[in-house]
């Protein structure tokens, strides 16, 4: 491992699909203050995560392309003469995965073969690092869990998700492409989408708590998961193309896993009053819940020297605080 | 474990999609024989398996229903009121899925997403038997492989075949869909495809055999295959339809395997006559070859009661002499 990450990047032209969505954009943001030459793709398709605030600030410092990744002719001219690709577009609801399983499959799987022909045949040296899931491993047997955890997903999400991710590691072997993949676990902090929960719990709760709403917590709440702030998982995201060799697969994990009943015991103490309640599971949340998780980086930080920095109050605070000042361009009155 | 094959299928509307293929044509003959009201769906794309020869002498009591099964609506129709469906439609060349991914992820992800929908919307108490493949093990980590080998699939076709047996448990435990997967392993025997060398290395040899061409073999020879007879896995097919409980996952395999050089010296001695010859492997094989394989079946012995009956010398001789005498219904001169 040589080199800083800020030499790795300055002037190095960089593309980031996904690049106005929630950790999109906050690499963007950062890949453009090492002095990269950055540019976004984002669909903005309407109810995911994309949204040009995201990028507000650093408009003239960053090129924003809109184009969809199912678009093959545009990811075949998009992808040439770049040093990095950070694949990060994706469709992330669960839910969504399995009433509408088509587009799903189309963004996570099909899209994700275009983009791997695109890069053999355009431009077959760059390095591609793609975002995989903890979703992947579906209900732990084991925790924490490791990569050598089997794959077993419970949902159409996980098992594309996995196939995208196979993708990356069949093109690398076949091909040569220099693909690395990080399994995230629970991210959240700043452009988090927050609108509403057909995403992520947790950016669903922060539009409530500053809303003064009730939280809902599903269950008996003492399910338990772990949470990356997104200005580490952008860091993962730095090394794994600044140093990891091609072929490999890390997950991402925090030092401690919390249950739903701490997490929003803890907001609600941030955020200086607040209410929560509990609710049975509806039903078609129950089929495809994971119990708890807790991802085990210890691969990462053997290879990499990769953990997570920031604390979960020291995260919460700091992202309760932007939508505090920001919400009237992450939901509407 | 109760009642009979014969007392399972008897007057039972069933489906057997890629039923003019390989295994689906050798399932249909049998399943008539059994008494079931057997409809077989298959896209005749050319190039692939089906063939309307492998039907002959059954037009009468197999209805044949040409249609590809991406075609959404045509199976929202066909899956209604069937009490079984065997579920063999695919793309199964290795190389092709690597040529042109998008057509393989198309019929192997796409279509078994959609037909998943289908029997869920219009047959959610079909028993679905869906076909998977050893190839999603990749190149064993350790032999013979049983199910809880990690996958680690070594081309796409592999990624997708394992996707499409994951939609299949993912409908089972959400929606409670009656789904189980056999993980076959090479399979030969009549109505094998022997046209070229696209899908598998065993029916090319066949033709070229038959037609006294010299065996072409890859590598050193020492590569180690367990091959199963169409007939044992047929019946390995009508006792999961008839006897697993839903969810469940099973590795076919044979008590043996051998090399392809052993396999070669069978393969001529039985013809009476023949030869072979060593050549490198070509490099987008080599890409994707998997080294020894063997299959460990317990866990079908155990739950159903399977095993392969039929020998290697004597499977071999009687499909030798199935294309002696029928071979002009699989190539041209």
């Keep these: 491992m ?72 545009s990811m075949d001219y998009l992808v040439r003469g770049r040093s990095y690709l950070f ?13 509408d399983p088509h587009t799903d499959l189309e963004i996570n799987c099909r899209a994700q073969l275009s983009l791997l022909e695109a890069c053999r045949r355009n431009n077959p040296e760059v390095k591609i690092i793609y975002s995989g899931t903890r979703q992947i491993y579906g209900r732990p047997r084991r925790l924490p869990v490791d990569e050598t955890h089997p794959p077993d997903p419970v949902d159409v999400n996980g098992v594309n998700k996995l196939a995208g991710e196979w993708y990356h590691l069949v093109y690398h072997r076949s091909y040569g492409l220099n693909t690395v993949s990080l399994r995230l676990t629970n991210t959240y902090g700043p452009r988090l989408r927050v609108r509403d929960a057909r995403q992520t719990f947790l950016g669903w ?55 739903l009943n701490h997490l929003a015991a803890l907001l609600i ?16 949340r129950k089929a495809i819940d994971i119990g708890d998780y807790q991802g085990n980086y210890g691969r990462i930080h053997q290879a990499l020297g990769w953990r997570p920095r920031v604390s979960l109050r020291e995260g919460l605070c700091q992202t309760l605080e932007y939508y505090r000042q920001h919400w009237q361009h992450y939901w509407d009155e």
Tied chains: 1, 2.
């Design 205 to 259: 709760w922060l539009r409530q708590i500053v809303e003064g709403q009730t939280l809902k917590i599903f269950g008996d709440g003492e399910q338990k998961r772990d949470f990356n702030h997104v200005s580490d998982v952008v860091e993962a995201l730095l090394l794994a193309g600044a140093h990891s060799p091609g072929g490999e697969i890390y997950n991402l994990g925090a030092d401690e896993a919390v249950s």
């Design 269 to 284: 103490e941030l955020n200086g009053g607040g209410n929560c309640e509990w609710q049975p599971f509806p039903p078609e």
């Design 87 to 99: 694949n990060l577009a994706g469709q992330v609801s669960h839910l969504d995965s399995m009433t």
């Design 2 to 73: 040589t080199g800083s990450i800020e030499d790795t990047y300055r002037n190095q032209p960089v593309l980031v699909t996904g690049g106005l969505g929630f950790i999109g954009s906050n690499l963007a943001r950062r890949l453009a203050d090492l002095g990269a030459c950055v540019t976004v793709v984002d669909s903005l398709v309407p109810q995911y995560g994309g949204n040009l605030f995201n990028l507000a600030g650093y408009e003239d410092r960053v090129r924003i392309n809109i184009a969809d990744m199912r678009d093959i002719h």
